[in-house]
């Protein structure tokens, strides 16, 4: 499943993991284990599912484990290796196969919108995608490969986008938009976690972006808001102004793995999926709830 248009992918990963302290204090939050796998992972094999063969990781200090992850470990391959673990050794090998990844360091913690910018100078002139690890979207057709296929099909930049419960609006970037099909809109404008009473719908863009070029230069003007922090939703506003830009249903079940309660949440639900974990997992918590 691939993109005729979009070759590149941008994951931040450089924040500071501050909602699973004190987990996180000395261990990237995007290498907290999801059953068998840490969590970049699983937007790294989205990403490749969907076509993407260049990954962008914008990381920072602490963040190492993520790049010794995705690269080949000797040592570890040769232990495998020794002791006749060929299907273990292969799925290890797998994962530095799986795409081109290059690393950008983002010196300070100033926003999604400045974690993109950082990128500018290895996307160009191409479009391409950006994918939050946090959120976990478990779908038969890939996430982004849904938007891309909007992406393709000649329009602008693309949100990925779910509709919440009214009383969860302020938690999220909410869409003004006007419905052109089932599960398409146009994005009018773009409200940063408003109140429920003013919020303009009840789509919640929930971490999956197809942009353009055309977004790093309002990204450049786009003065720092609280923090000091660069939003990207401030600049897709703007460019939402400027081009045609839309929103699009992602059809799947999507766990907030940023936060405690989202994590376990999908722990449970990813580790009953499992081949070998599921039916003795399904067991246990069966008895959990007799208690």
């Keep these: 499943m691939s993109s005729a248009l979009v070759r590149k992918a941008i994951i931040p990963a450089a924040g500071l993991g501050t909602r699973f ?6 261990s990237p939050k995007e290498m907290l284990p999801l ?3 840490p969590l970049i992972q699983y937007a790294v094999e989205e990403a490749v599912a ?7 990781i914008i990381t920072g200090r602490g963040k190492r484990a993520i790049e010794d992850h995705f690269d080949r470990s000797f040592e570890l391959e040769e232990n495998l290796k020794g002791n006749g673990k060929a299907q273990l050794l292969k799925d ?17 913690a100033l926003g999604l919108g400045h974690a993109v910018l950082c990128a500018q100078h290895l996307i160009g002139d191409e479009p391409f995608a950006v994918i939050l690890g946090d959120e976990v979207i478990d779908s038969k057709i890939p996430a982004l490969a849904q938007l891309m296929r909007i992406f393709d099909a000649g329009n602008g930049a693309v949100l990925g986008v779910q509709k919440v419960r009214r009383q969860d609006v302020s938690h999220y970037g909410i869409i003004d938009a006007q419905r052109i099909s089932d ?3 146009r994005i009018v404008d773009l409200v940063e976690k408003p109140a429920p009473a003013q919020a303009p ?5 929930i971490g999956r972006y197809v942009l353009s070029p055309e977004i790093f230069p309002i990204l450049e003007r786009t003065r720092p808001g609280k923090n000091r ?5 401030d600049a897709l506003r703007q460019l939402a102004r400027e081009a045609p830009s839309y929103a699009k249903e992602i059809v799947g079940q999507r766990y907030d793995a940023g936060d405690k309660l989202g994590f376990l949440q999908a722990t449970v639900e990813f580790a009953l999926k499992s081949p070998t974990l599921g039916r003795p997992f399904s067991a246990y918590l069966k008895q959990v709830a007799r208690r």
Excluded: M, W
């Design 35 to 37: 059953v068998d796998k």
């Design 183 to 185: 599960g398409l809109h």
């Design 21 to 26: 302290l004190p987990a996180t204090k000395a």
């Design 201 to 205: 719908s009840r789509y919640a863009v």
């Design 50 to 56: 969907s076509g993407i063969e260049d990954i962008i």
């Design 229 to 233: 922090e660069i939003q990207l939703t």
């Design 92 to 108: 290890i090998r797998d994962i530095s196969r799986l795409a081109n990844f290059c690393y950008v360091r983002q010196p300070e």
